[in-house]
């Protein structure tokens, strides 16, 4: 099997299998866990093979989808995983500026609302310090 990550040198290659519908996006063999863990939680499915002692693991988006939401999905992934520092390749079959843009703007929205505040923990009671007598 073909790696494209592999050939082209980067983190992750998303393109169209060929003879296929299906949007692959394919890593580099021995990529970290945390790229694998990455794809999953941005919405791709993950596959080995062969089963058991993994040689090859690539994700795809997943199958009940419907085209544009595939391709939407595969596009809301790429600034996500360029800002978490991983080269992207996309097919400009799957690549969608417009849907690229808008996952960006998101991110950037995420980014620029500030964080809870949590309140200050309570400090503790302090004893009031004893009256000073003067001889």
């Given at each position: 099997m073909a790696n494209p990550a592999d050939e082209y040198g980067t983190d992750v290659e998303i393109y169209?299998?060929?003879?296929?519908?299906?949007?692959?996006?394919?890593?580099?063999?021995?990529?970290p866990?945390?790229?694998?863990?990455?794809?999953?939680?941005?919405?791709?499915?993950?596959?080995?093979y062969p089963t058991g002692d993994p040689l090859y693991i690539w994700h795809t988006v997943p199958d009940?989808?419907?085209?544009?939401?595939?391709?939407h999905l595969a596009n809301r992934a790429i600034p996500a995983l360029l800002m978490a520092g991983y080269t992207?390749?996309?097919?400009p079959e799957v690549f969608d500026e417009s849907l690229y843009q808008q996952a960006v703007h998101?991110?950037?929205?995420?980014?620029?609302?500030?964080?809870?505040q949590q309140p200050a923990?309570?400090?503790s009671p302090s004893r009031p310090a004893p009256a000073r007598r003067t001889p």
């Open positions: 169209i299998k060929a003879l296929t519908t299906t949007i692959h996006a394919d890593t580099p063999t021995g990529a866990a945390g790229l694998y863990d990455l794809l999953e939680q941005l919405g791709l499915e993950r596959h080995e009940h989808l419907g085209a544009d939401e595939q391709k992207v390749n996309c097919d998101r991110l950037q929205a995420r980014a620029a609302r500030p964080a809870p923990p309570a400090s």
